[in-house]
DNA sequence: AAATCACATTCGCGGATGTGAATGTAGTCT
DNA sequence: AGACTACATTCACATCCGCGAATGTGATTT
């Protein structure tokens, strides 16, 4: 009977934890597989701390995983169809760019994608080698 | 071209604006049909000028629509995939729940549901069914 | 017209949130 | 071991959000 209760607020919490440009981001980021923070940080152009921090909030939420490779750490999407309910909330957010779109962080992104020391980043033959 | 970035602040805007329990306890309420203001304020129990205060912001997300019949305001779901893609958020949500339990704002329903003083509330001795 | 109803809007305050600087920690290298 | 890397965490501060109180608006009734 009272299930409707508890679950808003849980929902609503995982809302607010998406409710970012910045971890919106990384989780497309991830939609192609794992992905190291450095790699992150590269794209993103934010400070290490900043993406820490909002890598630590989707962890909270169980909306990634972890997974340590030597000093790397790599995060992957945790529940598969997380991208998926997104993509379905994407086209509402368009019908509710026309009215007001003021309120919302801004994301900046570097201009040079993916370029980290990582040694995922380095695949061709001028790898800077481990 | 670009509208990778900018569609990432309008989709966080449309997440923070459905990232409130009272918020979705009020969509969840016109998923039946359209219902007045004074209905939702009778259900939620809250304070007159906090609901309005939520349906101006669903409003102002292009989420809801309004009907003005005499007094009463008549508010309905203005795209029409919003609920569907709330439930299937809902999963991702119970897995959030076992993790950290952050804060977010508590909704407190009252325990007698729909009783208005509006024509549709009170002509059926029946259970209310807006 | 005044009063009233149903709802919207504004203002101020307390708490939550995002960011930057600094610090902490685990693993790797020489 | 010490230096270094990659990432996590803490603290302080500015900002944002939600709520209550008060006020405003439009339609209806008297």
């Known amino acids: ?9 849980v929902q609503a919490h995982l809302l607010r934890t998406l409710a970012h440009p910045a971890r919106l981001y990384i989780l497309q980021l991830l939609r192609s597989g794992e992905v190291c923070v450095c790699h992150i940080q590269a794209v993103l152009g934010e400070r290490q701390a900043a993406i820490s ?6 962890r909270a939420a169980n909306l990634v995983r972890t997974r340590k490779e030597g000093l790397r750490v790599y995060y992957r999407i945790a529940q598969p169809h997380l991208l998926e309910a997104l993509d379905n909330l994407r086209p509402l957010a368009i019908g509710a760019a026309g009215a007001n779109a003021r309120r919302a962080p801004r ?24």
Do not use: I
């Open 1 to 9: 009977m009272d299930h409707g209760n508890l679950t808003l607020e």
């Open 53 to 58: 921090q909002h890598l630590m909030a989707l």
């Open 107 to 130: 994301l900046r992104l570097m201009p040079s994608r993916g370029r980290c020391t990582c040694p995922r980043c380095q695949p061709g033959p001028k790898a800077s080698s481990p």
